[in-house]
């Protein structure tokens, strides 16, 4: 999952405002206002046709467009489930964002529906795509991207095991130390001091010249 595009940054609101007839209707999944406008959301950066039936957003988080092509002119795309366009965002693309999504949130508690709802798709649909396209399934990914910022932060801070754990989205010390020694044969502290070994672990002052180690 490399050539991963930046996160578009979206300009200040021009479109239509977010009344509170048009707020009820998105919140109602009400198809009354569907073909009038739709609506997108800055945190997730896909846009809906107001009855969708994906999780509500909040409020300070959604954006109103008159149509399709304006909210796509600003970067954002169509949702795979109420396919505001007429057809929907491709797998491709749609698989390339969920990897980016896990990449800027893997710290926080994920589970298979906590990312479906946010990528606004079943869990299975959203499994078996992500599975078909990158050859690995959501929890593999999840687990790879937690290893490898656990790799870094054992490298370069001096946080604990325990800190490393839970900045890193692990619940607690022994399950991290478990799924790091399964992807990389290692448990975390022996990987710190091979790293340090190596001359690549800048937070101890290296003053003990003769130590063997
Ligand atoms: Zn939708």
Same mark, same amino acid.
């Given at each position: 999952?490399?050539?991963?595009?930046?996160?578009?940054?979206?300009?200040?609101?021009?479109?239509?405002?977010?009344?509170?007839?048009?707020?009820?209707?998105?919140?109602?999944?009400?198809?009354?206002?569907?073909?009038?406008?739709?609506?997108?959301?800055?945190?997730?950066?896909?846009?809906?046709?107001?009855?969708?039936?994906?999780?509500?957003?909040?409020?300070?988080? !959604?954006?109103?467009?008159? +149509?399709?092509?304006? $909210? *796509?002119?600003?970067?954002?795309?169509?949702? @795979? %489930?109420?396919?505001?366009?007429?057809?929907?965002?491709?797998?491709?693309?749609?698989?390339?964002?969920?990897?980016?999504?896990?990449?800027?949130?893997?710290?926080?508690?994920?589970?298979?529906?906590?990312?479906?709802?946010?990528?606004?798709?079943?869990?299975?649909?959203?499994?078996?795509?992500?599975?078909?396209?990158?050859?690995?399934?959501?929890?593999?990914?999840?687990?790879?991207?937690?290893?490898?910022?656990?790799?870094?932060?054992?490298?370069?801070?001096?946080?604990?095991?325990?800190? !490393?754990?839970?900045?890193? +989205?692990?619940?607690? $010390? *022994?399950?991290?130390?478990?799924?790091?020694? @399964? %992807?990389?044969?290692?448990?975390?502290?022996?990987?710190?001091?091979?790293?340090?070994?190596?001359?690549?672990?800048?937070?101890?002052?290296?003053?003990?010249?003769?130590?063997?180690?």
């Amino acid at each position: 999952m490399t050539d991963l595009h930046e996160r578009p940054a979206y300009r200040e609101q021009t479109g239509p405002a977010l009344t509170d007839d048009i707020w009820n209707a998105i919140i109602a999944n009400d198809a009354a206002l569907d073909g009038r406008l739709i609506y997108a959301v800055k945190t997730t950066g896909i846009f809906c046709r107001p009855s969708c039936k994906s999780k509500p957003p909040k409020r300070e988080h !959604v954006r109103i467009f008159r +149509g399709a092509a304006d $909210a *796509a002119a600003q970067g954002f795309r169509p949702c @795979k %489930r109420c396919r505001p366009d007429g057809k929907g965002m491709p797998d491709e693309e749609w698989i390339r964002h969920t990897a980016k999504w896990i990449e800027a949130h893997y710290a926080e508690p994920l589970t298979l529906a906590v990312l479906a709802d946010a990528q606004h798709a079943s869990p299975y649909h959203l499994h078996r795509t992500f599975k078909r396209l990158t050859g690995v399934t959501p929890a593999e990914y999840i687990a790879a991207t937690r290893v490898e910022a656990a790799k870094r932060r054992l490298k370069e801070t001096g946080e604990t095991v325990t800190e !490393v754990a839970l900045r890193t +989205g692990f619940p607690n $010390a *022994a399950y991290f130390s478990t799924v790091f020694h @399964k %992807r990389t044969g290692l448990s975390p502290t022996a990987y710190r001091q091979a790293q340090e070994a190596s001359g690549s672990y800048p937070s101890k002052k290296r003053t003990e010249e003769g130590r063997s180690c």
